[in-house]
């Protein structure tokens, strides 16, 4: 990684740091602390947030005390769910007992902001195990708390059990319980700020905030994506070929597109109406005004004409419904708003 990075121009100070998108906690404690001093050559300062993702598998006091000493400040746990028949059926390596356990360590290691994961929507769980599974994660009381709809990924056990017909998605399900989500957590003190995510004050993720706004990022690593200098695109996931990539000079080869003013304002769009703060749009026109804002006006004024969207002083807003119906949303802006992008 050292290498790659000293393949990369940027300047400035780096805001957020991300450790994620795979299993960073398996590593052993000395190698995390090798990967923070190559991170942290690169820094202009400290980081204001510099989050890991762990499975509570991984989780030992060993690597906490190295992340810790990296100058990791916030750490996410994969927990999923705390019911034992559900992590059996998601297939997940952990325990009920292993999550508990691992939360623990991870407040007694000091870090200033924990958040946890969940899905809801598995095959066999009902309305009272998910109600249960918030409740139960918010008496834990972590800073922050994810809620993901399961989605089956190709080859996977659960894929091939929806393909043959043995578990069935319930679209009708799956709305009760994102709206069960909104209202428990609202109740135990966490704030939506976005589709899947809610925070108690200060918070929020800061780094997918960045992402979500259309800022510049630098991945480095097999299979990591960047959006920087005019460009988005991702590493080679293999390994050696990467490896040897960067040793002929050459990362972020995959999926590569320039970064047009359209582009950039269709997914400021998309992932900008995810949050509950909603888009500016005078805003986002001032940062790209080369991008097709008539067609974009047009397609705001019918989201508010159906119900999905509210505009105010300029600030384009998804209603309940509207985050419902989020991804459709989002499929017709890039069906109305997209152009070619050029490689």
Not at 9 to 22: K, L, N, R, S
Request: glycine share 10%; net charge negative; hydrophobic share 45%.
């Amino acid at each position: 990684m050292a290498d790659e990075a000293a393949l990369v121009a940027w300047t400035g100070p780096v805001a957020t740091v991300f450790w994620g998108g795979g299993t960073p906690g398996l590593l052993a404690p000395r190698d995390l602390l090798k990967l923070g001093e190559i991170v942290r050559a690169r820094l202009d300062g400290a980081a204001v947030e510099w989050t890991v993702e762990l499975a509570p598998g991984s989780v030992t006091e060993a690597r906490l005390a190295a992340l810790r000493e990296a100058g990791v400040t916030r750490l996410s746990l994969g927990v999923q769910s705390l019911q034992p028949a559900l992590l059996d059926a998601l297939g997940r390596r952990h325990t009920r007992e292993q999550a508990l356990r691992a939360y623990e360590r991870v407040r007694a290691a000091g870090f200033a902001s924990v958040n946890l994961d969940l899905i809801f929507a598995v095959p066999g769980q009902d309305e009272s195990a998910w109600r249960a599974d918030l409740r139960e994660t918010a008496a834990l009381g972590p800073d922050h708390i994810s809620t993901y709809c399961l989605t089956f990924e190709e080859d996977t056990a659960l894929w091939l059990k929806l393909s043959r017909g043995q578990v069935k998605r319930d679209v009708g399900t799956e709305a009760r319980f994102y709206e069960l989500t909104a209202d428990e957590l609202a109740a135990a003190g966490y704030a939506q700020y976005e589709i899947s995510n809610f925070a108690r004050p200060g918070h929020a993720c800061r780094h997918n905030v960045a992402t979500w706004r259309m800022h510049e990022w630098v991945g480095l690593g097999p299979g990591a994506a960047s959006q920087h200098a005019g460009w988005r695109g991702a590493n080679i996931a293999d390994l050696d070929k990467w490896l040897a990539l960067v040793a002929g000079g050459e990362r972020m080869t995959e999926q590569r597109v320039r970064l047009t003013p359209a582009l950039l304002a269709e997914d400021a769009l998309i992932f900008g109406l995810r949050m509950n703060e909603g888009v500016n749009l005078p805003a986002l026109r001032s940062r790209w005004p080369d991008a097709p804002w008539p067609a974009a006006e047009a397609l705001a004024a019918r989201f508010v004409a159906e119900g999905l969207a509210e505009l105010t002083d300029g600030t384009l807003r998804l209603t309940p419904r509207g985050r419902l119906l989020a991804d459709a949303v989002g499929g017709e802006i890039l069906e109305k708003l997209s152009e070619p992008a050029s490689a």
